[in-house]
């Protein structure tokens, strides 16, 4: 990886000693390391987010399609949870 400048980030009062916290309980050894965790948790959370917003989409074309089940009962769903379920396992074996 090439070497970059480094980047000079404003923080808030709250922000500054959360990340403070978090070094004197020894969690991180430095300021670099707490924001360091924090952006990998913000790049999870993003592609989190896209993973599911495609589900959605995915779902949307489904109905558009008239793919879908109507259930109006917990019998139903239970029953079609299960049928779903022994389907799986077939195409497994």
């Known amino acids: 990886m090439a070497d970059t400048p480094d980047?000079?980030?404003r923080l808030t009062q709250r922000d500054k000693e959360f990340v403070e916290q978090q070094v004197e309980a020894g969690l991180y050894d430095n300021a670099e390391e707490v924001v360091s965790?924090?952006?990998?948790a913000l790049d999870s959370e993003d592609y989190k987010?896209?993973?599911?917003l495609h589900q959605i989409?995915?779902?949307?074309?489904?109905?558009a399609r008239g793919e879908f089940l109507t259930l109006t009962t917990a019998?139903?769903?239970a029953?079609?949870?299960?049928?779903?379920g022994r389907k799986?396992?077939?195409?497994?074996?």
């Open 49 to 52: 987010k896209s993973q599911l």
């Open 88 to 93: 799986i396992l077939a195409e497994r074996r």
């Open 37 to 40: 965790a924090g952006l990998k």
């Open 75 to 77: 019998q139903e769903l």
């Open 7 to 9: 980047l000079s980030v």
């Open 57 to 63: 989409d995915a779902a949307d074309d489904q109905f």
């Open 79 to 84: 029953e079609s949870i299960k049928e779903r």
